[in-house]
Structures are given as structure tokens and as C-alpha cells.
């Protein structure tokens, strides 16, 4: 049975008060925001084309209204329409409002990246990555963090309601349940693979001057 926003200890969960982080941002938002940043203006630019061919307008991958059973595509992900504020910004934001380590973005990228490879035919594009970013980071936050704010303070962070933080929180979570049940368990290994393969990149970006 999935757990819901009340199942977990209360002693682990901060109050919806945020406490305003005042490091900076890690070097490791710099990155995942520049990769998905590429990959969403490339998907967007694939929705058009898709869009303008008849045959594939109800594609689950374009943002068309096309539902889907539940953890099974991006769709519940999507939204009515972008949001103004920018893929850096908006993981910055996080970061500063919720003081969760640098690791739960890198495991919720990890997320990402598996959702995207399980559903390839949902795009990851500009109506759904924000939120698909929030609640992976909120989910990782669960899994590493020893203390962590609750759903209703990453829904005022992330600009959605509470109610559907937690429906795609569910979302999310559907698709661990069958063959991904284990990945949770792992996850510490995982990211610190991550961990070696950002920092790797980014002495290569200091040896290039970047």
C-alpha cells in the first residue's frame, strides 16, 4: 500500500515553515539544470513538429489531453501551460526554501531520467518538467535527508496545491512499485555514482575555463 503524506514519522518532517537557506547554490544544480534545460528546448521544438501531423496530435508526448492509466506516462505530470519562471530558477528556489541536500537533486534527476527512458514516448517538455522536478526532489528528500519539510511546504515552494503534490507524489511512486521497487532501497549507491560523475564534470569544466 503506497504511503501517503500522513503515513510518515512526524518526528523526521519539518512544519511548513521554511527556513531560507543562505548558501549558495551547489555546482550540481548548475549542471542538471543545463542538461534538462537542452533536453526540454529539444522536446519542445519535437511537439511542434508533432503537433502540425494530424495522425500524431493525441500523443501522450505533446501535452494533448490523452489520460493514461496511472503511472504509466508523464501525462498526469503536465500542465495547462509552462510556467514563467526558468529551470535554473525554479531548482534554485527549492534549494533555498527547503534546505534538502545537494544528493536529493541528483537522485531526483536519476528519477527523471528513468521515468523518461521507461515512457518514451511522454517527452519531457516545458508543461511538465517543473512539476516532474518538485516532487522527485521532495520524494528523494524522504529517502536521504534524516529531516525534511512535508508535502505542503514543497507545494508553496514549488507553486502547486497541496492536493496535487500529493497526487503526483502517488504518480510518481506507481512506477517504482512494480520493476522499480528496489531502486528506493539503492538509492544511496546511486548517488554516489552520480556524485563522482558531477564532480568529474565539473573539473573538466574548470580545466576548459567554464
Known sequence: MLATAGDYPTDRIRQPEPIVSETPPPRVLTIISSVLEKLVARNDRLVEVLTEQPDRSNSNGNGSSTSAPLGKSLHAF????????????????????????????????????????????????????????????????????????????????????????????????CCWISEWRLALVFSRPIVSTWNKRCSSMVQVGKLKGG
Open 78 to 173: 503536465h500542465g495547462v501551460r509552462a510556467p514563467n519562471i526558468s529551470i535554473p530558477n525554479y531548482l534554485e528556489r527549492i534549494y533555498k526554501y527547503t534546505n534538502c541536500s545537494p544528493s536529493c537533486f541528483v537522485l531526483g534527476y536519476v528519477y527523471i531520467d528513468r521515468l523518461a527512458h521507461k515512457h518514451p514516448d511522454s517527452l519531457l517538455v516545458s508543461l511538465n518538467v517543473h512539476r516532474l522536478l518538485v516532487t522527485s526532489v521532495m520524494v528523494a528528500s524522504k529517502v536521504l535527508d534524516d529531516v525534511h519539510y512535508n508535502n505542503a511546504l514543497y507545494a508553496r515552494v514549488g507553486g502547486v496545491s497541496n492536493a496535487e503534490l500529493n497526487r503526483l507524489e502517488i504518480e510518481l511512486l
